[in-house]
């Protein structure tokens, strides 16, 4: 059974860096593209980046060239890298496939003040 568990969200001052971790158990991690969603508050979860299973990265616009996104096959990670972050990028993140299954994880929020 695969299982998300997404951690390092936090309190951070806009301008300031985040690295959010997702560890996967299951096959999830080697034989999918993954990707990171986030849901703001109010609004509908959305996909903001991902990497496929060759490699190659998509950000959605208003992320692009701050977060970098990363997996590691053998330790079965997917990360997140947040840079010059924004008081929009406030949420609850999640770690899935892309496109996503019905299998979430609890999420790591990330709050970003002004």
């Known amino acids: 059974q695969v299982q998300l568990v997404e951690s390092g969200g936090g309190l951070v001052q806009a301008g300031g860096s985040l690295r959010l971790s997702c560890a996967t158990s299951?096959?999830?991690?080697?034989?999918?593209?993954m990707g990171w969603y986030r849901q703001a508050p109010g609004k509908q979860r959305e996909l903001v980046a991902s990497?496929?299973?060759?490699?190659?990265?998509n950000y959605e616009d208003s992320v692009k060239g701050r977060f970098t996104v990363s997996r590691d096959y053998a330790k079965k990670l997917l990360d997140l890298q947040m840079n010059s972050l924004k008081p929009d990028d406030t949420g609850v993140y999640y770690c899935?496939?892309?496109?996503?299954?019905?299998?979430w994880g609890q999420g790591t929020q990330v709050t970003v003040s002004s």
């Open positions: 899935n496939t892309v496109p996503h299954s019905n299998v």
């Open positions: 299951g096959t999830t991690l080697s034989f999918d593209d």
């Open positions: 990497i496929t299973v060759g490699g190659t990265t």
